[in-house]
């Protein structure tokens, strides 16, 4: 079972930048593709941002292309995902979600993935 926590959201005024994270606990997710999805009320969850196992392979929505970054690492031997949010516009307002997938890499589809975290909340002020 691996246990995702995000941090990192608030409130940003439009042109602004934000950088959520993502902790594992429970287990380490480095065997997992990680993905950053995100849902505006009365919308669908949608991908925003997906990593492969190694980190080297890197997938972006073309909404968020040019404007965030994803990525992984592991400091003190924590993992955490990042998402670094550039150029922030209001339309980017949504409850953001970390997710990992045990098996296949990274996919636009939320039903394909096995674990997600609770959600931080970013919104854009214009």
């Known amino acids: 079972q691996v246990q995702l926590v995000e941090s990192g959201g608030g409130l940003v005024q439009a042109g602004g930048s934000v950088r959520l994270s993502c902790a594992a606990s429970g287990r380490t997710f480095s065997g997992y593709t990680m993905a950053w999805f995100r849902q505006a009320p009365g919308k669908e969850r949608e991908f925003v941002a997906g990593?492969?196992?190694?980190?080297?392979?890197?997938?972006?929505a073309d909404s968020v292309k040019g404007r965030f970054t994803i990525s992984r690492d592991n400091a003190e031997n924590t993992e955490n995902l990042h998402l670094q949010m550039n150029s922030l516009k209001p339309e980017d307002t949504a409850a953001y979600y970390c997710?990992?997938?045990?098996?296949?890499?990274?996919?636009?589809?939320?039903?394909?993935?096995?674990?997600w975290g609770q959600g931080t909340q970013v919104t854009v002020s214009s």
């Open positions: 997710a990992a997938r045990a098996i296949g890499g990274a996919s636009v589809y939320p039903r394909l993935y096995d674990y």
């Open positions: 990593s492969s196992r190694s980190g080297a392979n890197i997938y972006y």
